[in-house]
């Protein structure tokens, strides 16, 4: 099983970007995904997930309005458009895959890892 994520960069407050996760190995309609993040210093944090048929979907409150999580099953890649980037969304962007629903935001229970891509905003 393989998760890839990229898409991440340097970006002015403001400016969006779109991370993808690209995945191989796994039955991706079988999974739900989360993206989730570490700043320097910080603890892994929860950021989107997106259940198994896309239908059901939760931010955390820091991202809410702002993020955007969609799957694409014919493509078998998640994705996480961010807009309106501030100075604090700064850090390494993870994305996961989990089968069990109920633990959606606890990065501990998710079984596979993308290797994570940077995210820097810049005041």
């Known amino acids: 099983v393989q998760l890839q994520a990229f898409g991440g960069g340097l970006v002015q407050a403001g400016g969006s970007l779109r991370l993808s996760c690209a995945t191989s190995g796994l039955m991706f309609n079988n999974y739900h995904f989360g993206w989730f993040r570490q700043a320097p210093g910080k603890e892994r944090e929860f950021v989107a997930t997106?259940?198994?048929?896309?239908?059901?979907?939760y931010y955390a409150g820091a991202v809410e309005g702002r993020f955007s999580i969609s799957r694409d099953t014919a493509k078998n890649t998640v994705y996480l458009q961010m807009n309106s980037l501030k100075p604090e969304d700064t850090a390494l962007y993870y994305c996961a895959a989990d089968r069990q629903w109920s633990r959606r935001y606890e990065a501990r229970f998710y079984d596979y890892w993308g290797q994570g891509t940077e995210v820097t905003v810049s005041s």
């Open positions: 997106i259940s198994m048929t896309g239908l059901h979907i």
